[in-house]
Every structure is written in C-alpha cells, then in structure tokens.
T-cell receptor, first 113, second 111 residues
Framework: KAGVTQTPRYLIKTRGQQVTLSCSPISGHRSVSWYQQTPGQGLQFLFEYFSETQRNKGNFPGRFSGRQFSNSRSEMNVSTLELGDSALYLC????????????FGEGSRLTVL | KQEVTQIPAALSVPEGENLVLNCSFTDSAIYNLQWFRQDPGKGLTSLLLIQSSQREQTSGRLNASLDKSSGRSTLYIAASQPGDSATYLCAVVYNNNDMRFGAGTRLTVKP
C-alpha cells in the first residue's frame, strides 16, 4: 500500500512569489491535514480537509490556503511569500477523520530567498 | 492555553539502556495522544496512538502510557539500539479538535 506522497520535495522561491504544494493521501483515506515545521516554531497545524471540506484551521494568515479534490488529493498554496515561510511543509492522511492516527509524507522543503 | 512540553530536549544513552521520554500537556480534555519519530529531513513516523480512554499502548520495544489527571504521557523504549536515534515528538488532539505538538526529544543511542 503506497504511503503519503508529497510533491515537490524541494523548491526555492523568491519573496513575493506564490507556491503550490501537492499531497496524495494513502488510498482510501479521506482526511488530509497540513503542517509547517520550522526550527523556531516547531510543528504547527495549518488546516485539515475531509471529503473536500475544510474541517479545521490553525492560526495562520490568509496567505495560506488549501483545497481537496474528489479523489482526496490535496493542495496547499502560499501567496506573497515571505522569508519566514521557509519551512518543511508536511502533509498527513488519516482514515478516521478528526483525531485518527496520522500517516505523514516526507514533506516539501520550501526555501524563500 | 493548550501547551505540550517535552523533556528532556536531548538525550544521549549507551546502546542497550532502557529509557523514558516525557510529554506533558496543560489541558486534560484530550481526545488522544500520538507519539512519532522523525529522522533528519524526513516526515514523521507514527509509533503509538493512545485514546483518552486508554492507559497505555505497546508495540514491540515501545510502551506509551497516558495519565490524563496529571497531564502526562511517557514513551518507554526498552533495550535501545543505535537505529532508535531520532527525534521523538508527541502530539495531543484536544476535545475541541485543536492539535498541538511538543518540540521533541532528540535521542542519540551510542554503539
């Protein structure tokens, strides 16, 4: 059974640009959640989608957005990039919805110059 | 404020030693608690998930306990091996669906 797949694994952007990250969950999982990990702030929850609906949202500015498609694949978008957005962005899927066991992808490492 | 704290931040032990990692949380209204390991530059690997109604979970050399009244969970690793070297994180899902991660404990097991 394939795990959670995140693309791209690495990317470099400049300030002011936007970026879109993709996450394919484990087959059959309908919940996808996104997290930002930085050395200073640690792991922080961004948002969670279940059956194409955003079910929960962390405390991030509106520049961070996401969506989920009918096949459960999810994308997150960050607009008007800032230096502080440099981070490892992790996606996790769950087969049980809110509070279920999480299975993480390898992450997308974003560097903003 | 719902905070999760992990102590110690780093731990170095010789191979074969048994060890305990700690996770404390400030709000006892938790839904579940999950322990993960993270290798450098990688994603998180789920180790154990404890529901709020459970007291402990075991998987191989790992045992996690949960004491909601004291706001604590411990991860016990028996007979540690160099391959156990990683950062261990605990994550708490609260009843209001808020999820908080600890900062992690960086474990080094020396051969």
């Amino acid at each position: 059974k394939a795990g959670v797949t995140q693309t791209p694994r690495y990317l470099i952007k400049t300030r002011g640009q936007q970026v879109t990250l993709s996450c394919s969950p484990i087959s059959g999982h309908r919940s996808v959640s996104w997290y930002q990990q930085t050395p200073g702030q640690g792991l922080q929850f961004l948002f969670e989608y279940f059956s194409e609906t955003q079910r929960n949202k962390g405390n991030f500015p509106g520049r961070f957005s996401g969506r989920q498609f009918s096949n459960s694949r999810s994308e997150m978008n960050v607009s008007t990039l800032e230096l502080g957005d440099s981070a490892l962005y992790l996606c996790a899927s769950s087969g049980q919805g809110a509070g279920g066991e999480l299975f993480f992808g390898e992450g997308s490492r974003l560097t903003v110059l | 404020k719902q905070e999760v704290t992990q102590i110690p931040a780093a731990l170095s032990v010789p191979e074969g030693e048994n060890l305990v990692l700690n996770c404390s949380f400030t709000d006892s209204a938790i839904y579940n608690l999950q322990w993960f390991r993270q290798d450098p530059g990688k994603g998180l690997t789920s180790l154990l998930l404890i529901q709020s109604s459970q007291r402990e979970q075991t998987s191989g050399r790992l045992n996690a306990s949960l004491d909601k009244s004291s706001g604590r969970s411990t991860l016990y690793i028996a007979a540690s091996q160099p391959g156990d070297s990683a950062t261990y994180l605990c994550a708490v899902v609260y009843n209001n669906n808020d999820m908080r991660f600890g900062a992690g404990t960086r474990l080094t097991v020396k051969p």
